[in-house]
């Protein structure tokens, strides 16, 4: 069975930083492509960034840029993302997706205030 979970949301201040952690099992992880994902209260889900199985980084998002890190530990079965200089609009729910499928994790909060 195929198993997607995230890890390291919560409450952060404005300004700060963070790193979410995307667990996988069910799959060969190694061998999959891994994409983080957004939805903000009231917005559409937006892609962040994608991971591919040879480290090679694409990142989607606009409105993070220059603040956003992504990397894979394939012995750990982890993708982290990493963003900096928080905003209050980087207020959402993550999630992790192995891309090309359906498999998505459950989802992980994110909260930027003081």
């Known amino acids: 069975q195929v198993q997607l979970v995230e890890s390291g949301g919560g409450l952060v201040q404005p300004g700060g930083s963070l790193r979410l952690s995307c667990v996988g099992s069910?799959?060969?992880?190694?061998?999959?492509?891994i994409s983080w994902y957004r939805q903000g209260p009231g917005k559409e889900r937006e892609l962040v960034a994608t991971?591919?199985?040879?480290?090679?980084?694409?990142y989607s998002s606009d409105s993070v840029a220059g603040r956003v890190a992504i990397t894979r530990d394939n012995n750990e079965n982890t993708v982290y993302l990493y963003l900096d200089s928080l905003k209050q609009e980087d207020t959402a729910m993550y999630y992790c997706?192995?891309?090309?499928?359906?498999?998505w994790g459950q989802g992980i909060q994110v909260t930027v205030s003081s």
């Open positions: 997706r192995r891309f090309g499928t359906e498999d």
């Open positions: 069910g799959f060969t992880f190694s061998a999959a492509a």
């Open positions: 991971i591919n199985t040879l480290g090679e980084i694409t």
